[in-house]
């Protein structure tokens, strides 16, 4: 019973955590560029430390309390209230020194956590790419730095373990102490005829009863301040739910794309962008070229409205990008970038990502247009592709997310690089179907074997 309604509670609130946790963190992972391994440690270790303090508040604090509340109402009632008060100071002492060592090791706590977080990210790191540390001969490299971060939380956990004992002795001293005095200072009474023998015995009784549940807190701390800390921590990161204001539908059809005096940087860093303004034509392929880390990937995010720029305004169509939040922006303009991060599931679902409107039948049929396989195999749209695509060649995947794209009907699209791991007749074919699309300006392209395009997929 007490179990199952543990871990209802436990369950219901992790869910709706995570959910929350992902909703603000997800955005962000996306424009930092963080791979979200640590976050991915605290999620999976949230049911976990929830179940710890939910099952500490449920059923340790809260019958404890009631005991210890009893325990003082009957103390208060049958002793003079000078020992009432005396015991209410001594629980004082001990509270404050508990809540003081509690802070203390939180802040360990939180060390540990922060290490612990490293070295769930960098363990994660050589399993999603083993192939740089094996062939570079590095492996045992990438082992020295687990070792070095593993006793580095080892080191911290022990500091954590030895700050809980100080605090159990300064705990115990004070409580063991005060309540001596205390029963000296009643049997004293009891000798001067005071204090009767056997209001002494009902002290000395209830003085246990009070007393014992207060190692149970005292326990209670030292096992829920790691869970405690870590659950405040991903608390932080929670976004709530907002109402959308703004209904911003874009109207059918391609929009132009018009930069007024956009300048950027990253945080305190050089100005990337400088005053760039320009239009791109509805409906047109605009290409931007540039040397490597000139900025063009930077601008295609802030016409994309994933970067906010330092000055400076997009607007697509009629519409200004910072009049529609963040979330909705990609109904405007669409930005597919540089490296396409396929999830790891079948084709299929990769192929009809949203928001492309493509069937099943029209995805194969774009596929071999682009020439998926070298060979005239049909492609399989259950297979599976692997972490981030690894099952599929570089142009494979461009090929996937092109042919995908041209089932979307966002009135701009940005490519990012994504024709430059196509073989050179790949490009061309690609390069080609897209000048095809934007002449027709609507009409639907018919490649060789006689496949619609959708109508209005534009691309920049
Ligand atoms: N998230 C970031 N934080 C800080 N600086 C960044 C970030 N992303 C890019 N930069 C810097 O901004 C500059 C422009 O980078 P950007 O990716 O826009 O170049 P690019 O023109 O797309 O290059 P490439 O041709 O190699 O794709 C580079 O100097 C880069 O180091
Ligand atoms: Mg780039």
């Given at each position: 019973m007490r179990h199952h309604a543990t871990t209802r509670i436990v369950e219901a609130l992790a869910g709706h955590i995570t959910v929350a946790t992902l909703r603000g963190q997800v955005p962000r992972l996306a424009n930092t560029g963080d791979d979200g391994g640590p976050l991915f440690g605290q999620i999976e270790r949230l049911p976990y430390n929830l179940q710890l303090l939910i099952d500490g508040i449920l059923w340790q604090v809260v019958p404890l309390a009631v005991q210890m509340i009893i325990s003082l109402c009957v103390i208060t009632a049958l002793v003079p209230w000078p020992y009432a008060l005396a015991i209410g100071l001594i629980i004082s002492a001990y509270m404050a020194a508990s809540i003081i060592g509690a802070d203390r090791y939180h802040e360990q706590a939180e060390a540990t956590n922060e290490t612990a977080g490293r070295l769930t990210a960098l363990v994660g790191d050589i399993l999603r790419y083993p192939s740089r540390a094996a062939f570079n001969g590095n492996v045992p490299g990438e082992l020295t730095s687990v070792v070095h971060l593993s006793n580095r939380r080892l080191r911290e956990a022990s500091r954590g373990a030895r700050s809980l004992v100080t605090m159990t002795i300064v705990q115990s001293s004070l409580l063991v102490l005060g309540l001596a005095a205390l029963l000296v200072l009643a049997a004293l009474d009891v000798l001067q005829h005071r204090l009767s023998l056997g209001d002494f015995v009902l002290l000395h009784a209830f003085i246990l009863r009070l007393t014992l549940p207060l190692g149970g807190f005292g326990f209670l701390v030292h096992q829920a301040g790691r869970s405690y800390a870590q659950t405040r921590d991903i608390l932080l990161l929670r976004e709530p739910v907002r109402l959308e204001t703004s209904s911003s539908v874009p109207r059918p059809g391609p929009a132009a794309v018009h930069l007024e005096g956009l300048s950027f940087r990253y945080g305190d860093g050089p100005l990337i962008i400088k005053k760039v303004s320009g239009s791109i034509v509805a409906g047109g392929l605009t290409v931007l070229v540039g040397p490597n880390g000139s900025g063009k990937s930077t601008l295609a995010r802030l016409m994309a409205g994933l970067l906010d720029p330092t000055e400076g305004r997009v607007w697509v169509g009629q519409e200004?990008?910072?009049?529609?939040s963040p979330e909705l922006r990609h109904r405007h303009i669409l930005y597919v970038p540089q490296q396409i991060g396929l999830f790891n599931r079948p084709l299929r679902d990769n192929g009809l990502y949203p928001p492309t409107r493509l069937d099943d039948a029209q995805l194969l049929d774009r596929l071999q247009a682009l020439r998926?396989?070298?060979?005239?195999r049909v492609p399989d749209l259950d297979l599976t592709v692997g972490?981030?695509?690894?099952?599929?060649s570089g142009g494979q995947i461009q090929k996937l997310e092109i042919a995908r794209l041209t089932g979307v009907e966002t009135p701009a699209i940005i490519l990012d690089e994504t024709s430059s791991d196509l073989d050179p007749a790949s490009e061309l074919a690609v390069i080609e179907m897209l000048r095809v699309n934007r002449r027709a300006n609507g009409t639907p392209y018919r490649r060789a074997k006689g496949t619609p395009f959708q109508d209005g997929a534009r691309l920049i």
């Open positions: 200004c990008l910072s009049n529609i998926f396989y070298a060979d005239e972490d981030r695509g690894q099952a599929l």
